[in-house]
């Protein structure tokens, strides 16, 4: 009986906290033309701008996030290719009501596993989290900390070291993406996710566990009330 009592209050829980995260969930625009062979997909309020075409395509993303939900935005070829090399920035707004002491970056390829073979140009999409766009040098700032450094792909970078103010923008420049078809030389489709999620200053997640501390003493006392009519 005891088990089934808390299955049935964090089930209850987190009905009641569903719709709640589904609202704050960005609804998705429809497929939108970027450059040659290409089209992106992202949730309403976010554009791509200062779109450059080839060879390596160059493009700003710009939005406000109104609070600390990801946003995903989605690459895919209308045209089959070999590869794919992009220069992004970002031109974002911290309307999130905190302070941003992070920001993580992830990307996510629809036709191959992230794989860790050391090939400096996997065909899985990726980040070069250091690299020079003519001269012109992949910037954070203010954030200085890499989770990686180097030429060298990840799927998943994060940047810390520093601080976006509630209101303030942030504006990265530089940031190198790069993708491969399946068969490497051969040419075929791409597709991949671009997933940003700013993060809290710490105080921010002890805010967040005060916040639940009265839904968990709810639950105890329901828990001890069924014990004690059972």
């Known amino acids: 009986m005891k088990p089934k009592c808390c299955i049935l209050g964090l089930t ?16 998705r625009a429809g ?46 070829t209308t045209a089959d290719k070999a590869q794919q090399f992009f220069w992004m920035g970002l031109a974002v707004v911290n309307g999130t009501g905190t302070d941003w002491t992070g920001f993580n970056l992830k990307l996510v390829d629809k036709y191959d596993p992230v794989d860790n073979s050391g090939d400096v ?27 990686a450094t180097g030429f060298d792909p990840v799927a998943n970078l994060t940047v810390s070291g520093g601080t976006v103010a509630n209101g303030d923008a942030w504006f990265p ?10 068969q490497y030389s051969a040419a075929g489709p791409m597709e991949f996710d671009l997933t940003l999620t ?8 002890l805010a967040g566990a005060l916040l639940m501390l009265p839904v968990g003493l709810q639950g105890l006392r329901s828990l001890r009330n069924r014990k004690q009519t059972v």
């Open 198 to 205: 700013p993060i809290p200053e710490p105080s921010t997640y």
């Open 12 to 27: 209850q829980t987190f009905a009641f906290l569903l719709p709640l995260v589904l609202a704050v969930q960005p609804a």
């Open 173 to 182: 420049t530089n940031i190198r993406l790069h993708d491969k078809a399946t």
């Open 31 to 76: 497929f939108q033309p970027l450059a040659t062979g290409w089209e992106y997909q992202a949730p309403a309020g976010f554009t791509l701008n200062n779109v450059v075409d080839a060879p390596s395509i160059v493009f700003d993303v710009a939005g406000t996030f109104n609070n600390m939900s990801p946003v995903t935005i989605t690459f895919r």
């Open 121 to 147: 140009h996997p065909v899985w999409a990726h980040f070069h989290p250091q690299a020079s766009n003519g001269g012109n040098n992949t910037d954070y700032g203010p954030f200085n900390t890499l989770s």
